[in-house]
Every structure is written in C-alpha cells, then in structure tokens.
C-alpha cells in the first residue's frame, strides 16, 4: 500500500525523520530486557539447583557475515566493556530467515570483540566444550544475537573477595560441596580456606584451586552442612529457546522459565528415541521421585509408588529447581522454550 502526503517536501523530510526517530525509540523500548530476581531456600543435606536467569547482557546486535572460521562481523546495537577476567558466550536470540540457528551458543576468547561500536568483529571459540556447534554455518547472517558473561561459582555463591552463605574449610570432608555436570560427566568443589581469600577459594576435589563456568540449561548439586541460608541471584529473564544438549548418562537440566513446570513443560517425546532404561528424577523436598520411558505407551511411568505413580500430578518443577536425566544416548539437538 502507498501512502501518499500533500505536504510541501521539506515537511516530508521532517515527518520521516521523526518517524525514523520514533522507529528507534519503539524498537529499542521493545527490546529492553527484562530484569528478575529469584531467591533459594536451600536447607541442610543435597538439594538441585537450577539456574534459568541470564547474567545481563554486554552486546547484542546483528551479524552481517561470517568473516572466517572463527569470526564475526557485527553491528551492535548495545555495548559494554567486557572484562579479560571474564568468560563470555555468545547465542543467537532470533533468526528471521532460519529459525533453526535459534539458540545457538559459542563461547568467546578472552579479548572478545573489537570495541569499535557500532561495527565490530568478534573471534569465538569453536573446540569450546559448552558450545552447541561447532561450526559457523553462512546462515548465520542477518541473525540476532546476545552475549553474556557465565556464571561461576563465585557469581552464585560467594568465595574469592565476596562474602559467601558456604563456610570456607581446610578439608573437603568438613566443607560444604558443589558438584556440575557437563558431557555426562560430574565435577566437585569446594570453599577452601586460603590466604589471601578472606571467603576461601573455589577448589577441585582433585587438588585444583578453579572458579569453573556453568553452561547454560545445566543444573548444580549442593550438599550443604550448615543450616536453611536463603540466596538470590539477579540477572536476565530469558525469551529465547534454551539449548541443552544432552550425554549418554547423567544430566543436570535447569528449566529455561521463571514460571513453574510439569514434566509435559519439559518437551520429552518420542521423536527423541528414549529406552527403556532411560530415567527421569523429580524432588519433593528432599524425597526423589523417578520415571522411566515406557515404549508402548510413549509415555513416562512412575517407579516410586509410595510418592504416586502418574507423571500428570508429578511434584511440580520449581524455576530454583534442576531435575537429573539418565540417558542412554546423546540427543545433541535438545532444546527447551521458556514458558509464555
């Protein structure tokens, strides 16, 4: 449709310009991100604990090409200086012309990006093993992007130069213990009394003091000695889908929503090629309660009777909450959209 204006042309030109201004102003307002803050109350013994907000963003904008195997060519629309003791990822938030690469995440080298604004290039990470690819495919251009920084151990509870709710301890047997996931495979730390860090410092159980990231989608363990401590964490709310890769054997998943689940919410079907032998593990309180997938029905089936059996009045899933998955095979292409 043609829009046609009778007013003299230097009029036009202003009209469109205030258009174009008011454009501007609508569009940025519209992706203004929205901020949250969600508080764990985490009593004494183990509890799982996910992590569905984002750390703020530092850049967004739009990828104009991939400029060689390992960069991109930017224009951002927002900016902040990253800092070279920081870990950051980059994930696409939206792709107009192949919805496919939504969600797509790669972690950056320490420099980042040039801090030309608004065009820069940015030089990722492609042997990262949190990233979801490997590669960047040419339909990467005209997407739309976000990076943020991880979170840590230290950014979630404390250690280092920040106070902590953890008690720092010279042995692990007395310490309070953390333990992640990432390709099936399980890592603990701990708060460890040091000099020169007045809360301790995070430390591997094999001897290596390390303040490890944690990967979006991937929940924690806590084994807490001490008494209920509440925490809350501050960042991003997510609107864009969540990938999470999954390992043959043990996955600790976050939920990508602030808003409570089910099981249905957690998009498992039969597409996906689950056995038999695969296992799902829900909390009530401290008390598990575990599904399996039953081929016939292609369905999940309760194995804890004593806490019910049907999958449909499950313990609902808190957005605080990780739930563990054994898996028999990979599924590299899972993927969870937050709830509306």
């Given at each position: 449709m043609k829009i046609h204006f009778s007013?003299?042309?230097?009029?036009?030109?202003?009209?469109?310009?205030?258009?174009?201004?008011?454009?501007?102003?609508?569009?940025?307002?519209?992706?203004?991100?929205?901020?949250?803050?969600?508080?764990?109350?985490?009593?004494?013994?183990?509890?799982?604990?996910?992590?569905?907000?984002?750390r703020p963003a530092v850049m967004k904008g739009q990828i104009n090409s991939v400029s060689s195997s390992d960069r991109l060519k930017v224009t951002l629309s927002e900016h902040t200086p990253m800092t070279p003791q920081t870990r950051y990822f980059l994930e696409i938030t939206s792709a107009p012309h192949d919805p496919t690469m939504e969600g797509e995440r790669w972690n950056l080298?320490?420099?980042?990006?040039?801090?030309?604004?608004?065009?820069?290039?940015?030089?990722?990470?492609?042997?990262?093993?949190?990233n979801t690819r490997s590669d960047l495919p040419a339909n990467l251009v005209n997407c739309h992007f976000s990076v943020h920084p991880h979170w840590t151990l230290s950014t979630v509870f404390g250690g280092g130069?920040?106070?902590?709710?953890?008690?720092?301890?010279?042995?692990?047997?007395?310490?309070?213990?953390v333990t992640s996931e990432r390709g099936g495979v399980t890592s603990t730390y701990f708060l460890e009394q040091a000099n020169g860090h007045p809360h301790g410092r995070w430390r591997h159980t094999r001897g290596i003091s390390t303040d490890p990231s944690i990967d979006p989608g991937h929940g924690l363990i806590l084994e807490s000695k001490g008494e209920l401590f509440r925490l809350t964490l501050t960042g991003e709310v997510r609107r864009h889908l969540l990938r999470r890769p999954l390992s043959a054997g043990l996955n600790l998943i976050s939920m990508p929503s602030l808003k409570t689940s089910t099981i249905r919410d957690l998009q498992l079907t039969a597409q996906q090629g689950w056995r038999p032998e695969d296992q799902l593990t829900l909390w009530r309180g401290s008390s598990p309660r575990r599904y399996r997938w039953d081929n016939g029905a292609s369905r999940w089936l309760g194995l804890d009777s004593v806490l019910g059996s049907d999958p449909e009045v499950a313990p609902l899933i808190q957005p605080t909450a990780a739930v563990v998955l054994k898996k028999t095979v990979a599924d590299p292409d899972f993927a969870l959209r937050p709830l509306p």
């Open positions: 007013s003299p042309r230097p009029n036009l030109t202003l009209v469109s310009c205030l258009r174009i201004l008011l454009c501007l102003f609508s569009c940025q307002s519209i992706l203004q991100a929205e901020e949250a803050s969600l508080t764990y109350a985490i009593p004494r013994g183990t509890s799982y604990l996910g992590i569905p907000l984002l080298w320490v420099s980042g990006a040039a801090v030309t604004f608004p065009q820069a290039e940015i030089h990722l990470r492609l042997d990262h093993a949190g130069s920040a106070p902590s709710p953890l008690q720092a301890r010279r042995l692990i047997s007395s310490a309070d213990r």
